[in-house]
């Protein structure tokens, strides 16, 4: 098997939270919660990390997390570039923000060399699912099967409002639907709004959703290219702000039966970063955390 990579999506400049939150220290030593999940990935058998950044926010992540980590892990950076899009494409002049998710992964597309787990930055897994994903990628040998780490709803919330979430739809050993909404609580009731638009609907508190933690082949990234370029064309009258979701991609993949996506439930504690409020939360977790020896005083120790 090729080298076991962590991809980190962290190009998100985060508008809900208020600025970088995915360089906002959480700890006393100036660690983010990107650290730690690099932590537990290496804890659990990745080999080199990719990050996924703008070109702008380079020097912020060298200087910080690239100096903690460069004598732990290899590390790497791929650009989400508004221009990088296929040649047939004319970018308007309103367009701001790069195209998505699934464009985000493309960009890193020329460096991953075999397995690859997907994450937001600004999430914090838990070392379990860590675990989980690497043994799946490790021991599956189907290349057209991948596998999603998916969480109760109420253990991914916020007491500050609504956050995205894929909401799940499960089938024995598998991930039948997945649609992405903007959930809260409205009334005593969780309430999922669909993205695109359609009529909202209640779930229960401790139903599956996804947080963005995907183990993948990579096989994967072909039909990511394939399903981005038709995307494009598809949106050619919506391009000043259309956005080419990666859960939007596995929705259409699992209707079509084009791929396998499984569900395996992990015992991690979730934490993220979606408002400002959410901060002082995240930073008193990682304290009972580092009491409950799960994680080191000083998390890079020399």
Not at 39 to 54: E, L, M, N, P, W
Not at 69 to 97: C, G, H, M, T
Not at 131 to 136: E, T
Not at 164 to 181: A, C, F, M, T, W
Request: net charge negative; proline share 5%.
């Amino acid at each position: 098997m090729n080298e076991l990579t962590l991809v980190i999506m962290a190009a998100g400049m985060g508008s809900r939270f208020g600025g970088l939150k995915q360089i906002t220290p959480v700890d006393e030593d100036g660690n983010f919660l990107i650290d730690y999940s690099i932590y537990d990935a290496i804890a659990s058998g990745f080999q080199k990390v990719i990050f996924i950044i703008k070109e702008e926010n380079l020097e912020d992540f060298e200087a910080t997390i690239g100096t903690r980590l460069k004598s732990k892990i290899p590390v790497e950076y791929a650009f989400q570039k508004l221009d990088n899009v296929p040649d047939f494409i004319n970018i308007p002049k309103e367009r701001q923000k790069p195209w998505g998710t699934v464009h985000a992964i493309l960009a890193a597309k020329e460096q991953i060399k075999g397995p690859f787990a997907v994450i937001n930055a600004d999430d914090f897994y838990g070392r379990d699912a860590y675990q989980v994903v690497a043994k799946f990628l490790k021991e599956n040998e189907n290349s057209n099967e991948h596998v999603s780490i998916p969480y109760p709803f109420n253990k991914v919330d916020s007491k500050h409002g609504f956050v995205k979430r894929g909401v799940l739809y499960l089938e024995g050993e598998n991930i039948s639907q997945i649609i992405e909404s903007s959930i809260g609580y409205e009334n005593g009731k969780v309430i999922a709004k669909p993205l695109d638009g359609t009529k909202p609907f209640s779930i229960e508190p401790t139903h599956p959703v996804s947080m963005n933690m995907f183990g993948f082949k990579p096989s994967i990234l072909s039909e990511l290219e394939t399903y981005f370029k038709n995307f494009i064309l598809k949106n050619k009258e919506n391009l000043e702000d259309c956005e080419c979701l990666l859960s939007d991609f596995l929705e259409a993949y699992l209707k079509n039966k084009k791929i396998t996506l499984k569900y395996i439930t992990s015992n991690g504690l979730w934490l993220g970063m979606t408002y400002k409020e959410d901060l002082e939360e995240v930073k008193e977790k990682i304290i009972e955390l580092k009491e409950n020896g799960e994680y080191p005083e000083s998390l890079w120790q020399k």
